[in-house]
């Protein structure tokens, strides 16, 4: 009798991956693109007096230029991003699946994210969450390791030549939930519940338990341990990695339970991320390889904030009055008229804006996607909310679209990314102002999100523009594995099958380009312009 596993846990080594890339003449000219471009850089920050005059991409975060300059990453390295995230396959049964991925940075930016070039990680079978994800994540780190202290011996086919690259990590990225398995801080709820591990502390309600990143001092509060002074908006504690190694070490040496407790408290830490256990000089430093996740703070987590009061719908504190709130009237026949509005707008939206927004009144509850909350509050926004929205709330909502159309560009300017950042203090103080105002029972107003916003420009000088480290590679990553199951019987098993199958196929396409045809066929009736755009019929 032979045991057979019920459910398998499949990891893809990424090194025999990066080696296929280089099979080719093709291939590895086209992976040595951040070498060419590190060297403009570069020399545009000499000419320059050490300022850079945009940001349009990775390469331009001073953390990547710091890591060239002292010699962590060299011409033959590899520089990956590590991407995780649940997944849904079923919509109306349990069926929790988390996939992790690799992006190669070494690419130009319209061709790492491609369907090819995004490469398998790890593949974790439902139907439950994991209870231990470092589990998962040790044989990836494991072997990246061996690849960051031995180095990956690859054959250029473009040199003809055979070099010892390493492995540098860039960034690892996952939604609020999930990245709190990489950095392993507490989270959200937290006294220090800020994800980018800066020093501002929040506070909590008389007798509750979950914090707020309320900046003002609520009026007559006196709650121990949470009654500090206002904080200044345009002067946020920075986040230290040397702060962050002082902190671990301080709730590494809790002598017992009581004290890891209270120590976890007071520095929001609560156990060593594994991504530690990586070459230091060999990745970002820890936790600002983990970066900020522009998809869900700005088209979920912030759109529904808005507009749950907009619509009157958030929690009501007993001590508040849903009546003495002026910016609450997207209801009844005002809504509809307002999701009417919206839908009616889609004739005028380009094609290439993807999917537009349907009707919010009738369908943002039954599966808004986030791309449609991104076009209808962020795009659409700024008209349809004019003459709904009272004057004063409509004007402070216009700095905060000003702010994120500039955050999610692909090339920002340098000083329009000073406009943005100014804004969106603006944004973040009068947004305390106008709908908390200094009331207890309105701090849960104040969602983690709204003090995410004040890392976002800081963030795009560090590592570049947050587009490019953002969730939608994976969210995509998710979506068109999860088309590929063929047998509903077996999920779980099937989408780690064709994940593995993804990365053979890559593999493939990378030393013989010719499987995969060069040349997309267009649609009848349409004619094609040059520099990649084609003119479709009506």
């Known amino acids: 009798m032979v045991n057979v596993a019920r459910?398998?846990?499949?990891?893809?080594?990424?090194?025999?991956?990066?080696?296929?890339?280089?099979?080719?003449?093709?291939?590895?000219?086209?992976?040595?693109?951040?070498?060419?471009?590190?060297?403009?850089?570069?020399?545009?920050?000499?000419?320059?007096?050490?300022?850079l005059s945009v940001y349009d991409d990775f390469y331009h975060g001073q953390d990547y230029i710091n890591?060239?300059?002292?010699?962590?990453?060299?011409?033959?390295?590899?520089?990956?991003?590590?991407?995780?995230?649940?997944?849904?396959?079923?919509?109306?049964?349990?069926?929790?699946?988390?996939i992790g991925i690799w992006i190669i940075f070494d690419h130009a930016p319209d061709i790492c994210y491609q369907k090819k070039t995004v490469l398998p990680a790890?593949?974790?079978?439902?139907?439950?969450?994991?209870?231990?994800?470092?589990?998962?994540?040790?044989?990836?780190?494991?072997?990246?390791?061996?690849?960051?202290?031995?180095?990956?011996?690859?054959?250029?086919?473009l040199e003809d030549r055979v070099f010892k690259s390493c492995i540098f990590l860039a960034l690892a990225t996952a939604d609020g939930p999930g990245m709190t398995y990489l950095n392993r801080l507490v989270g959200h709820h937290g006294a220090y519940g800020c994800r980018l591990y800066c020093a501002t502390k929040g506070h909590h309600k008389p007798g509750g338990g979950h914090y707020y990143p309320v900046l003002l001092r609520p009026d007559n509060y006196n709650v121990e341990g949470c009654d500090h002074p206002d904080i200044d908006v345009q002067h946020l504690p920075p986040a230290s990695s040397q702060e962050y190694q002082q902190n671990l070490a301080f709730v590494m040496a809790s002598p017992n339970d009581t004290r890891y407790k209270q120590r976890r408290k007071d520095t929001g830490i609560s156990k060593p991320s594994l991504f530690s256990g990586l070459v230091a000089n060999r990745m970002l430093s820890t936790p600002g390889c983990f970066p900020a996740d522009l998809m869900h703070l700005v088209s979920l987590n912030l759109t529904d904030l808005i507009l749950s009061l907009w619509r009157g719908t958030i929690d009501c504190d007993p001590h508040d009055n849903r009546a003495s709130w002026d910016w609450a009237v997207l209801k009844d026949e005002t809504w509809k008229r307002h999701g009417k509005c919206v839908a009616d707008a889609t004739p005028y939206l380009p094609g290439s804006f993807d999917r537009p927004p349907c009707n919010p009144a009738e369908k943002?509850?039954?599966?808004?996607?986030?791309?449609?909350?991104?076009?209808?509050?962020?795009?659409?926004?700024?008209?349809?909310?004019?003459?709904?929205?009272?004057?004063?709330?409509?004007?402070h909502f216009c700095k905060l679209v000003t702010a994120i159309r500039t955050i999610h560009q692909h090339s920002i300017k340098a000083n329009h990314l000073q406009i943005a950042h100014t804004f969106i203090q603006e944004f973040v103080q009068d947004f305390e102002l106008f709908y908390y105002q200094h009331k207890t029972e309105r701090m849960h107003f104040c969602w983690p999100c709204i003090h995410a916003l004040l890392h976002l420009a800081p963030e795009v000088v560090q590592i570049g523009p947050g587009a490019y480290s953002t969730q939608w590679t994976i969210e995509r990553s998710i979506r068109n594995l999860g088309e590929e199951i063929k047998q509903p019987s077996k999920p779980f098993a099937n989408i780690s099958q064709r994940g593995i199958l993804r990365s053979q196929v890559n593999a493939l396409k990378a030393m013989i380009p010719d499987l995969e045809p060069s040349v997309t066929k267009i649609p009848r009736g349409a004619k094609e312009l040059g520099n990649n755009f084609v003119l479709l019929r009506a």
């Not at 992976?31 to 545009?44: F, G, K, P, S, V």
């Not at 990836?140 to 690849?147: C, G, I």
């Open 7 to 51: 459910q398998e846990f499949h990891t893809i080594p990424i090194g025999p991956q990066l080696q296929a890339l280089w099979r080719t003449p093709e291939g590895a000219q086209g992976i040595r693109h951040r070498n060419q471009r590190t060297e403009e850089i570069l020399a545009e920050i000499q000419a320059n007096g050490g300022c």
């Open 67 to 98: 890591a060239v300059q002292h010699g962590n990453i060299t011409k033959d390295d590899m520089v990956l991003v590590f991407s995780i995230d649940g997944a849904q396959l079923y919509q109306n049964k349990m069926s929790d699946c988390w």
């Open 122 to 157: 790890f593949f974790i079978s439902g139907p439950n969450k994991p209870k231990n994800v470092d589990s998962y994540l040790l044989p990836s780190l494991s072997h990246v390791r061996a690849l960051q202290t031995k180095g990956l011996m690859i054959w250029d086919a």
């Open 364 to 395: 943002i509850s039954s599966g808004y996607k986030a791309w449609e909350f991104l076009l209808y509050v962020f795009a659409l926004g700024p008209d349809v909310f004019y003459d709904v929205i009272p004057e004063k709330y409509w004007a």
